[in-house]
């Protein structure tokens, strides 16, 4: 299904009047070839979870080219400037993220076979940053002057366990964002406006043990774990918003005829909605914690399985409406370019935390064609990448205004 | 709670009244630190489950030196000879096991520490073993004639996934059979005479799998064997004949964000009745069927979980009554050496095979002091390790009977 919009169709066909703008969006047409070079070469710096500083260097070094305003490695491991504006329109940060979801002495090296590149981590999130310094160099190329200053940000933790640490240090650093872009791999009409948030749990049962036959009647770690998941198994969820669960892996035990002392499962809860998700998490805990009961008191034995509930992942959701005005920049922005907006589902990205906080933020397909995320096939084809920062340059420019040419479209927030 | 016997008290008085049954005795006694010997010598020889052949070889040598009738190897592995009676009395097999837990490879070198011995297999069957050989000794050198046959019985595959072959395939090729000791580390006392029968399955659910958000709503293999596990563990089983069920290990899944594909877990059936263990089996499976269906269910996707069971082990059951003439006889063999008989509770041995066929069979302790069995601290005490055989040769002999002495307490079966 094709997402349209009827707003802001003149603000936009007079963006595409400026002569600056059309140069700008022919620049970065140009610029493609040299944009996959970049994206080679950022990705050929290994970001591994936790330790991304090797990254965060040497695109602190691309970032200084472009004389940003204070520009920074913050204490999380964030790279940051600002490309001032004339200072009357809002504050919006456009950002990628630094980390892979590979660990040290992962090969990331590319190969390029029939125009594809081949490297883990070219797509997610080499794309984001390559798309970060095009934008930057079409609008110094073509010396453009925005209203509202623009951030430009590489991030750390967004992947897994990173829990988006990046954002949430950034965000509890910086107060005064009136929006918020973050570029994934993706088409370019992808429109991300719901954040997916997650609670992720380590839970372990633990109980005394013996032997099958001549113990039987002892509680079983592993039988708790049973009873847990059929319990979890059957809750009932929201539809809309969108509410899961999922018990993604177990291990327990030490042989077939032992009563097991231990058993463990990891456990996802998510939702586009934080008060469906911390509704969700208090039943799941509450069952957990019923079914550890349960098998103890089955056997005549209450107490004698403990449970411990290991939070290990805590990203936050959030939703907007869909008539939020930077929703209908995005929207406006592809079709101004005759880009269609097919995907809009909500995602767990970098812009859950700005939608969380209550800040208008979208998540945005950085153009061309990749896949195979997270694994070692993973490719980026750039053929007719461009699309990707042509839009969200229009949406951005959309956002902060062009000095003497466009108005600011998003709000000021106070 | 000790167990005592007031059957077949002037029978017994009567087999301690022959010269040759005291001096065989006495001659055990003597014979102890040649037993531990022979125990050690016959340890070092690997015996790895389903690879018992050097230690088969080995063993046969030391009984040939016994000049046994129809010594041989079977097509199973187990070696075997007959130590002829009269004729006129029922034929009695006492057995050892010469498999053991430990994989190829295992150090089995002893070491003797402050007299105790340490090496993997020591206790069992490494005394099993050793007994039978001082036994054949003591009937040698005392020129014991019987009544009946014995036949001394190194059998192969007791341990785990061994699965008791040795015995059924002795017990297949064999049928005039009317009594059955087996021989395993243990207190002289000791005296097991029901069998506990067991079935174990390795259960393996399957399912299409997907992305814990993005898929939400398609059926989970690890959801589903969580349902089979809370089930089992609600199942009600008789307490006598006692019969047992264990969910002894678990795994499953890819990622804590991934709807798993694959989950398994092991199940252990016990019964000491082959009447509720074939029930409890039936159920459990039918559970394990079901809870895969409702898997399928309840995320309207019927048919979506497959489920399969596979038997990687099977035991059978049987019990025999307290008054059994066997049991009594091997209370009393205790008894008037003053040895007090502390544990009877079913376990799972070679004798389990004789019992289910309704052969009367026992399983008696081969004296010492011993642990850590199936582990590599595993242990032997030889002190005062004589008054195993002691009562093993007197249960035998009363079994037996001896030519001009005593006559067979053990009926001659059709």
Sequence with gaps: MTSTSKVFTKEFEQLLDLQQVRDALYFLKQDNEQTTKDQIEVTEVEAPPFNE???????????????LDDLKTDEEGNVYGIRKGSGSGPTVVIAAHLDTVFPAGTNVKAKVEDGIVYAPGI????????VLLTLLRTLEENKIETEGDIVF???????GLGDLRGMKAYFR??????GFISV?????????????GSKRYNVTFKGKGGHSFGDFGTSSAIHAAGRAIAALADLTVPEDPKTTYNVGTIHGGTSINTIAQHAGFQLDLRSVSSEALAELEANALAMIEEAAQAEGEARQQPGSISVTTE????RPAGSQPKDAPIRHIALQAAEVLGIEVEREEPLSTDANVPISLG???LTLGGGGNSGGHHTLEEFFDPTDAFY??????LALLGMVGVKDGAAPLLPIRN
Excluded: H, M, S
């Design 123 to 130: 797509g997610d999130d080499g794309r984001g940053l390559a």
């Design 388 to 393: 990707g920062p042509q839009r969200i340059l």
């Design 359 to 361: 800040i208008p933020a």
């Design 184 to 196: 994934e791999p993706g088409a370019p009409g992808d429109l991300i406006y719901c954040g997916v």
């Design 53 to 67: 500083e090797n990254r965060a260097a040497f695109f602190k070094e691309k970032l200084a080219a472009f004389g």
């Design 153 to 159: 940000l590489a991030d750390v933790g967004e992947e």
């Design 311 to 314: 939070l290990v992942g805590d």
């Design 173 to 178: 650093d910086n107060t005064y964002v009136d």
